[in-house]
């Protein structure tokens, strides 16, 4: 069976692509920061009994992904999706990244976390991905991380830009090793990040990028892709 890995998976969109690659038949491995706390992601471990492997994993802590890279070395990936991530402050809190009431602190924590993290993730998973049939990195990215979007919401806005031009770099570098990565947008989903103004049910976000993984090819690593399959301008 194919094996997928899938970090940030206690909630939300990372929750969504464990519980449906599951259901597929796929062996997941679900990564967070507090596997302890995260009983929706054992309830469906236990339901799909042998499929899904909880694992920690924080982004922030470069030693738990090399704890756990170390842990999974002989283990083929066929796909890794880096789908943990931060938005910051909003809302209320919103003037916290913000033009003239930034609070800098969280800014680097939100890069730290949205570019950081993905990339040291992949350098230390990448041998598992080249050692699997598929060999693909997908970042999960957002709209807002492309210049043709205006909204000023500066710590979040960067670090996805910043993520994408790592997915396009990636690309460039990992083409000769047969890996294909690329960043997908997955919509405004209505997650604990998305907020209850969101649109989109996870069901439809995740299904959408799961088609785009299964098609998707050499040929076209480094692209940006929202979930309907537009590939988006950065």
Same mark, same amino acid.
């Given at each position: 069976?194919?094996?997928?890995?899938?970090?940030?998976?206690?909630?939300?969109?990372?929750?969504? %692509?464990?519980?449906?690659?599951? @259901?597929?038949?796929?062996?997941? *491995? $679900?990564?967070?920061?507090?596997?302890? !706390? &995260?009983?929706?992601?054992?309830?469906?471990?236990?339901?799909?009994?042998?499929?899904?492997?909880?694992?920690?994993?924080?982004?922030?802590?470069?030693?738990?992904?090399?704890?756990?890279?170390?842990?999974?070395?002989?283990?083929?990936?066929?796909?890794?999706?880096?789908?943990?991530?931060?938005?910051?402050?909003?809302?209320?809190?919103?003037?916290?990244?913000?033009?003239?009431?930034?609070?800098?602190?969280?800014?680097?924590?939100?890069?730290?976390?949205?570019?950081?993290?993905?990339?040291?993730?992949?350098?230390? %998973?990448?041998?598992?991905?080249? @050692?699997?049939?598929?060999?693909? *990195? $997908?970042?999960?990215?957002?709209?807002? !991380? &492309?210049?043709?979007?205006?909204?000023?919401?500066?710590?979040?806005?960067?670090?996805?830009?910043?993520?994408?031009?790592?997915?396009?770099?990636?690309?460039?570098?990992?083409?000769?090793?047969?890996?294909?990565?690329?960043?997908?947008?997955?919509?405004?989903?209505?997650?604990?990040?998305?907020?209850?103004?969101?649109?989109?049910?996870?069901?439809?976000?995740?299904?959408?990028?799961?088609?785009?993984?299964?098609?998707?090819?050499?040929?076209?690593?480094?692209?940006?892709?929202?979930?309907?399959?537009?590939?988006?301008?950065?």
């Amino acid at each position: 069976m194919p094996t997928v890995m899938v970090t940030g998976a206690s909630r939300g969109i990372g929750y969504e %692509f464990a519980r449906q690659y599951a @259901a597929d038949g796929w062996d997941v *491995i $679900a990564t967070c920061r507090n596997p302890e !706390g &995260s009983e929706y992601l054992y309830e469906i471990a236990r339901k799909y009994d042998g499929r899904i492997t909880v694992e920690r994993l924080d982004v922030l802590d470069f030693g738990s992904i090399e704890a756990l890279a170390e842990k999974l070395k002989d283990q083929p990936i066929d796909i890794l999706i880096n789908n943990a991530g931060i938005m910051g402050p909003r809302r209320d809190e919103l003037a916290l990244q913000s033009f003239g009431t930034m609070d800098y602190e969280i800014w680097t924590r939100i890069l730290r976390t949205n570019i950081f993290g993905p990339m040291r993730v992949a350098e230390c %998973f990448v041998g598992n991905v080249e @050692a699997s049939e598929k060999k693909m *990195i $997908a970042n999960v990215s957002s709209r807002i !991380g &492309s210049n043709s979007v205006k909204a000023p919401v500066f710590a979040y806005g960067t670090s996805k830009a910043g993520l994408n031009k790592v997915t396009t770099l990636m690309a460039e570098v990992l083409r000769e090793r047969g890996i294909s990565v690329v960043a997908l947008c997955p919509g405004h989903v209505k997650t604990h990040l998305g907020g209850v103004d969101a649109k989109i049910e996870p069901l439809e976000s995740i299904n959408g990028m799961r088609k785009i993984m299964e098609e998707f090819t050499i040929e076209r690593t480094g692209e940006y892709i929202n979930y309907e399959g537009n590939v988006l301008p950065f």
